[in-house]
């Protein structure tokens, strides 16, 4: 069965840094895109950012392009976004998907930034 | 950048009646390969979005079916064709064809009457 799970979310301050990061299991990772979805409070789905299987090419929202950096450990079947610069704008629900036509989401990991 | 727009915004339907929504993109979602990379999402209150259908009419494994794609080109639809309670949710269309960018429709709500 195919589970993807975030962690690492929580409430930080503006202008701080965070790692999300995503454990995946049920297939095999290291061929497949992985994606980062997010959803502001009460709004709609925003793509975030793909890294394509093996380390390869990586892609960004123009939102984050500069501030965000995704990245992947295929040895440990685990996705990540690093996150600098914290605006009060990114304040949302992080999802992690499979691939990067959304077949499978985890519960999302919330990240509130406020003073 | 591809923009989707979906409509109606807010759907309510009767138990048991259909439901239609409508995706349409800002340049035809034909990809070079051949084929359409336009998706389907429903989430439910408080849940993850989930994959209901993807490359315009092909269901998801345990999808029921009753949700049905269909479209071509730059026009899609999403129909449900007896809704039932468990429907509930905001559907959300999704083009993977023209990316990066990657974009989603703004979501339509679905609500009983």
């Known amino acids: 069965e195919v589970q993807v799970l975030e962690s690492g979310g929580g409430l930080m301050q503006p202008g701080g840094s965070l790692r999300l990061s995503c454990e995946a299991s049920?297939?095999?990772?290291?061929?497949?895109?992985m994606s980062w979805v997010r959803q502001a409070p009460g709004k709609g789905l925003e793509w975030v950012s793909t890294i394509r299987g093996s380390g390869g090419s990586t892609y960004y929202a123009d939102s984050v392009k500069g501030r965000f950096t995704i990245s992947r450990d295929d040895s440990k079947n685990t996705l990540y976004l690093q996150i600098h610069s914290l605006r009060a704008d990114d304040t949302a629900v992080y999802y992690c998907?499979?691939?990067?036509?959304?077949?499978?989401w985890g519960r999302g990991t919330l990240v509130t930034v406020s003073s | 950048d591809v923009v989707m727009t979906q409509s109606p915004l807010s759907l309510p339907v009767t138990l048991g009646q259909p439901a239609s929504i409508s995706c349409r993109s800002s340049?035809?979602?034909?990809?070079?390969?051949?084929?359409?990379?336009l998706i389907w999402f429903q989430q439910r209150p408080g849940q993850s979005p989930r994959r209901l259908i993807y490359q315009v009419s092909n269901r998801d494994s345990g999808v029921p079916d009753r949700f049905s794609g269909s479209g071509s080109g730059t026009d899609f639809t999403l129909k449900i064709s007896r809704v039932e309670a468990e429907d509930v949710g905001v559907y959300y269309c999704?083009?993977?064809?023209?990316?990066?960018?990657?974009?989603f429709g703004q979501g339509t709500r679905l609500e009983i009457k």
């Open positions: 340049q035809s979602l034909v990809y070079s390969d051949g084929n359409t990379y």
């Open positions: 999704m083009q993977a064809t023209h990316w990066p960018p990657i974009t």
């Open positions: 998907t499979k691939g990067h036509h959304g077949d499978y």
């Open positions: 049920g297939f095999t990772f290291s061929t497949y895109a």
